[in-house]
Structure formats: structure tokens, C-alpha cells
């Protein structure tokens, strides 16, 4: 089991930064990549942005392209959501999660362990 702690939303206004932690305990190394993904109300959950733990290659949704960045510290098994020129439709809760492959990283499904979430409201 992995266990998956996020941390570090709130209330920003609209081009604002904010930074998500993640951080992962139990049997990290299962764990082979992380994402970051967000659902807003009425929305389906969507992908964000995800790390692979060897090498730290990285992906972006376009959406969040060049003002997001996601990032890990491999001592504290910790990752992190930068977010920076926030916009209101990046209004969601946003949720970590552990893929045991590198492999469809922009998937749901392709991930095993999920966080509990925490909101990220952007005031316009």
C-alpha cells in the first residue's frame, strides 16, 4: 500500500501562485510515477501533470502548460504542484496519485493509489 498526502491549497486570486505538496509513505517503491490531477464541479476528474520517479521525465495537460511545474524530492518522497499565473477555471480539488508503470500517465486508470485531495479555489 502507498499512502498519499496532499497539502498546500487555498484561496488565491486570479494570477496568483500556489504550491502542492504530495507526500508519499508505505511502499513508495511500488510507485514508479506520480501525477497530479483536478476535478472541478460538474467536471470529470482530468490529468495535469505527472513525474516518473527515475530520471523525472515530465508531462503537462496543455491547459497548464508553461505555468505549471511538477517537481519531487526523492530523500522526503515528496512531490509538488507549482502553480503560477492561476486562472478561475483552474478552480478544482486537486488530487496526488502513484502509478506502479510508466505507462498512459495521462490516464486515471493507470493509477493505483489515490490522495485524499485538497481544493484549490482562484478568485477572479
Known amino acids: 500500500q502507498v499512502q498519499l498526502v496532499e497539502s498546500g491549497g487555498g484561496l488565491v486570486q486570479a494570477g496568483g501562485s500556489l504550491r502542492l505538496s504530495c507526500a508519499a509513505s508505505g511502499r513508495t517503491f511500488s510507485s514508479s510515477a506520480m501525477g497530479w490531477f483536478r476535478q472541478a464541479p460538474g467536471k470529470e476528474r482530468e490529468f495535469v501533470a505527472a513525474i516518473t520517479w527515475r530520471g523525472g521525465s515530465t508531462y503537462y495537460a496543455d491547459s497548464v502548460k508553461g505555468r505549471f511545474t511538477i517537481s519531487r524530492d526523492d530523500a522526503k518522497n515528496t512531490v509538488y504542484l507549482q502553480m503560477n499565473s492561476l486562472k478561475p477555471e483552474d478552480t478544482a480539488v486537486y488530487y496526488c496519485?502513484?502509478?506502479?508503470?510508466?505507462?498512459?500517465?495521462?490516464?486515471?486508470?493507470?493509477?493505483?493509489?489515490w490522495g485524499q485531495g485538497t481544493q484549490v479555489t482562484v478568485s477572479s
Open positions: 496519485a502513484a502509478a506502479s508503470r510508466v505507462l498512459g500517465l495521462r490516464i486515471l486508470s493507470s493509477y493505483n493509489y
